[in-house]
């Protein structure tokens, strides 16, 4: 997980509260991405960004949103918890897109809204 | 929805013996990556193997793609016990910017 940092580790909200989490890269990777990982379901694509202030929905974008305001730094704000979102949320990056590359992924925050 | 699907969802084997695991997918690629997930960590690209691609391999794995069938296999060859862990497929769609679709993944448990 060189060089990609997730902010928090764990974190504990309630109902209703905004959660913002963050992801640091120091690759310069242009591409970043939000995923959501869940038993049964796989890695599910939240948001991702192609570049400074270039960001799309994924599968999964309801509820959430993102920025991007420098290359290293992308965040993921949770407007208004609700339990469903309780996950675990993984950033990855890429450098020259996944067609040449694979990703690198942080170690994930793991939220568990009550 | 998920674009791949692991098979088996889940594999124990005794170490030494060799692992193999299968991914379909639902519509054309680029290329399709295979990725390991050890217990509470991120997941760490394994091999990429582009649409063009029949065979590839690096180390003790080796992964086929079969473009007709949109599926692929991983296997690894001579397993440890350092090899359990959960994988996944994941594909990278034509015209998705670079977009992965992961599978459900399948867990290795490698017993000594």
């Known amino acids: 997980d060189a060089g990609i940092t997730q902010s928090p580790r764990h974190k504990v909200t309630e109902t209703g509260t905004p959660v913002t989490l963050r992801c640091h890269q120091t690759?310069?990777?242009?591409?970043m991405y939000w995923y959501r990982q869940d038993p049964g379901h796989g890695l599910r694509l939240i948001h991702y960004s192609y570049g400074v202030k270039d960001t799309d929905k994924g599968e999964v974008s309801d509820g959430y949103s993102v920025s991007r305001s420098k290359t290293e730094d992308f965040l993921l704000t949770l407007e208004s918890a609700t339990s469903s979102q309780t996950s675990v949320y993984f950033c990855a990056t890429t450098g020259v897109g996944a067609a040449n590359y694979g990703y690198t992924f942080g170690s994930g925050t793991r939220l568990t809204v009550v | 929805s998920q674009q791949g699907e692991e098979d088996p969802q889940a594999l124990s084997i005794q170490e030494g013996e060799n692992a193999t695991m299968n991914c379909s997918y639902k519509?054309?690629?680029?290329?399709l990556q295979w990725y390991r997930q050890n217990s509470g960590r991120g997941l760490v690209h394994l091999i990429l193997?582009?649409?063009?691609?029949r065979e590839k391999h690096s180390g003790r794995l080796r992964v086929t793609l079969d473009t007709s069938k949109k599926s692929s296999s991983l296997l690894i060859t001579a397993s440890r016990a350092a090899d359990t862990a959960s994988y996944f497929c994941a594909t990278d769609g034509t015209g998705t910017a670079s977009k992965l679709t992961f599978g459900t993944g399948t867990r290795l448990q490698v017993t000594l």
């Open positions: 690759e310069n990777h242009r591409y």
């Open positions: 519509t054309s690629i680029n290329n």
């Open positions: 193997i582009r649409s063009n691609e």
